[in-house]
C-alpha cells in the first residue's frame, strides 16, 4: 500500500472544473508544490543483483515535459490544474521516484541517474506517454500514467526486455490535494511493478550472459 503523498508547501484555495474549465489562480497567492511517494517494492530475492544500472530521464511530449500539473478537460484539450505545481518537471520527477523505488526495493547495489562519467551495466530508457488528469464521461476525474520502458546492454547497445506500465485512479474530488493522491495511486504500483520486471528481465539476461563459453 502506498504512503500519502508528501504535501510540500501550504496554500489554501480551490479548484473549479466547469465544463472544459480549470478554476484560476486566487489573489496571487504562490503556487502549492507536490512531490510523490516512492514505492516500496518486495522483492523476493537472497540477495541483491551484482550488476549496476543508470536510469535516463524519459522523454515525454512537451504538454507534460513541465512542473505544471496536466489536466485534459476535452479530449484534445490540455490545460493545467490552478495554483498547483510539481515539485520538478514531470519527467525529472519519475525519474527520481525511479531511483528511490529501486534503492527502497532492496535489489540491487548500484542504481543512478545518468549523469556524465556515470556508468553502469544497464541502461533504463523511457518514454513518458501519459501523466495527466482526464475529464471522464461520468463527469470525474481519473488519473492516466503510461510509461513505456526499455532495458538495455551498455557494451552492446542491445535491447534487453521492453514493456509498457500503465496506471489509473481516479481523484476522490477535483481539489488538488485529491488530486496528487490519485496520481500516487496509478503511479506507484506500477514503479514498483517496473522494478521487479527490471531486475527480472536484467538477471535473467546476466544468466544466459555468463553461461556462454
Not at 476535452?74 to 490545460?79: I, Q, S
Not at 496509478?186 to 546476466?206: I, K, N
Request: proline share 6%; hydrophobic share 45%.
Amino acid at each position: 500500500m502506498m504512503q500519502s503523498f508528501r504535501w510540500l508547501a501550504a496554500g489554501a484555495f480551490a479548484l473549479a472544473l466547469g465544463g472544459c474549465s480549470v478554476g484560476l489562480i486566487q489573489g496571487g497567492e504562490p503556487d502549492d508544490l507536490y512531490d510523490l511517494t516512492p514505492a516500496h517494492p518486495d522483492i523476493a530475492r537472497a540477495a541483491p543483483v551484482s550488476w549496476q544500472l543508470v536510469i535516463e530521464e524519459p522523454s515525454s511530449p512537451n504538454s507534460i515535459d513541465t512542473d505544471r500539473i496536466a489536466i485534459r478537460p476535452a479530449p484534445r484539450e490540455v490545460k493545467y490544474v490552478a495554483g498547483a505545481k510539481w515539485a520538478d518537471r514531470a519527467p525529472a520527477l519519475i525519474q527520481t521516484l525511479l531511483v528511490e523505488t529501486f534503492e527502497n526495493s532492496g535489489g540491487i547495489i548500484a542504481v543512478g541517474r545518468r549523469v556524465i562519467g556515470l556508468s553502469g551495466d544497464y541502461i533504463l530508457k523511457s518514454d513518458l506517454r501519459a501523466f495527466e488528469a482526464e475529464r471522464t464521461a461520468e463527469g470525474k476525474t481519473a488519473i492516466h500514467f503510461r510509461l513505456h520502458a526499455k532495458l538495455l546492454r551498455v557494451l552492446s547497445g542491445t535491447i534487453i526486455a521492453s514493456r509498457s506500465f500503465d496506471g489509473v485512479a481516479t481523484a476522490a474530488s477535483d481539489q488538488p490535494r485529491d488530486i496528487v493522491a490519485a496520481f500516487d495511486q496509478a503511479v506507484g504500483p506500477r514503479l514498483a511493478e517496473l522494478v521487479t520486471w527490471t531486475l527480472r528481465e536484467g538477471e535473467a539476461f546476466e544468466t544466459r550472459r555468463l553461461a556462454r563459453p
